[in-house]
């Protein structure tokens, strides 16, 4: 049957969000009928809508950092039942492809992103509105009371999980802790500098921390910030505005040279840059994380010449379906923080409220509830 159920409609951008009825058609073959229950709001629904601005992108439905329960399966779907618990996933893993044979990426060969990253959405589509069809943001759309998505692209988690704090690991926390954990491999006792104290960058604090980092500088222009970064395991905060001089230049007379670990949450190419300049020549590790498509990225040849390692990670690192339901147990078993991220708690019709905070600095993470459980 097609479930008719509200959703959070954006028809072009720059716009404001509309809550809409749209009609989810039952799932096919491989796939999954979700009730969304909670979905937090990240940086990346924003960058498509304002900044992306790609023309074959909408209308859509945006939101990927969701946690629901299965409502029904289409043929062929033996891993899940309804009732499940689950996080919808916008990385893939079909455990099949040479990508997701490899231990070296987290990529997989049958994800939407492979030939329509640039539109943020795969071709096809089970929602309509108005009689139109309306793209899927990154293969989910949480912001949905219902959404359907590929059996490759959904964790089964612990029935123990409050899907209003998890629903964050289907992005940001993910993203932040592991690009430290997984993706710059951070050691003990080392010294890390985090560029941008957002949710992923505050993630990344996190990740330091759990891998043994001794020094954890933030580094961000709002000095609202440092009390949070503390609770994550921050030692030092830096504040570019304070300086005169290139924040590289500042963390290096911190440091005696530049830090072991440094990693950009911002997605700005020319923080990019200064992370990287901010790691000690010889065996500096610096990783983006922020994602942006808008600009071209540049260095001096010197600048890696002389032994820095410049990394990208998506996801975290994070095999997705194997991934996040460790991180959702780390979480049950209070190795993870994730209610210290949240700092607004809204419903699915005050979307618009919650961009505009974020636009505006004025949240960590707000969580929407979507659906009763």
């Not at 008719?4 to 999954?32: F, R, S």
């Not at 500098?193 to 759990?210: E, I, N, P, Q, R």
């Not at 590289?248 to 990693?263: I, R």
């Not at 990287?276 to 890696?304: H, K, N, Y």
Request: glycine share 10%.
């Amino acid at each position: 049957m097609v479930i008719k159920c509200k959703a959070a409609v954006a028809w072009e951008p720059d716009k404001p969000l509309v809550i809409e009825e749209i009609e989810v058609a039952p799932p096919q073959a491989n796939e999954i009928r979700v009730k969304i229950v909670a979905t937090g709001l990240c940086h990346t629904d924003l960058y498509h809508l304002f900044e992306g601005k790609h023309n074959d992108g909408f209308p859509v439905v945006l939101g990927h950092e969701g946690a629901g329960i299965v409502e029904s399966v289409g043929p062929g779907v033996t891993e899940f039942q309804p009732g499940d618990k689950v996080i919808p996933l916008f990385v893939y893993q079909c455990k099949e492809c040479r990508f997701c044979k490899s231990p070296k990426t987290n990529l997989c060969e049958k994800g939407w992103s492979r030939l329509r990253y640039s539109v943020m959405s795969p071709e096809e589509s089970r929602l309509t509105c108005r009689g139109k069809k309306v793209l899927q943001f990154m293969g989910t759309s949480t912001f949905s009371e219902y959404t359907v998505v590929n059996e490759m692209g959904l964790a089964k988690i612990n029935p123990a999980a409050p899907l209003d704090k998890v629903c964050l690991l289907g992005c940001g926390i993910c993203t932040g802790y592991g690009a430290a954990v997984n993706t710059a491999k951070v050691e003990p006792g080392s010294t890390c500098a985090v560029f941008g104290m957002g949710a992923v960058g505050l993630a990344a604090v996190m990740g330091c921390k759990a891998a043994g980092a001794k020094r954890i500088i933030a580094v961000d222009v709002n000095p609202e910030k440092f009390e949070k970064a503390k609770v994550f395991g921050a030692t030092d905060f830096v504040n570019p505005k304070d300086h005169s001089k290139p924040i590289s230049k500042v963390l290096e007379e911190m440091t005696n040279g530049g830090v072991d670990f440094s990693l950009e949450c911002v997605g700005n190419v020319e923080v990019m840059r200064s992370a990287l300049e901010s790691c000690m020549q010889g065996w500096g590790v610096s990783v983006m994380v922020g994602w942006t498509d808008m600009a071209d990225f540049s260095a001096r040849p010197i600048q890696l010449i002389a032994g820095r390692t410049w990394k990208g990670t998506l996801f975290g690192g994070f095999k997705s379906k194997d991934g996040v339901p460790q991180m959702v147990n780390a979480y049950l078993d209070k190795k993870v923080k994730l209610d210290e991220f949240i700092t607004h708690n809204l419903t699915l019709d005050q979307v618009n409220d919650a961009i505009e905070m974020m636009k505006h600095g004025q949240c960590i993470r707000t969580v929407m509830s979507v659906s009763p459980q």
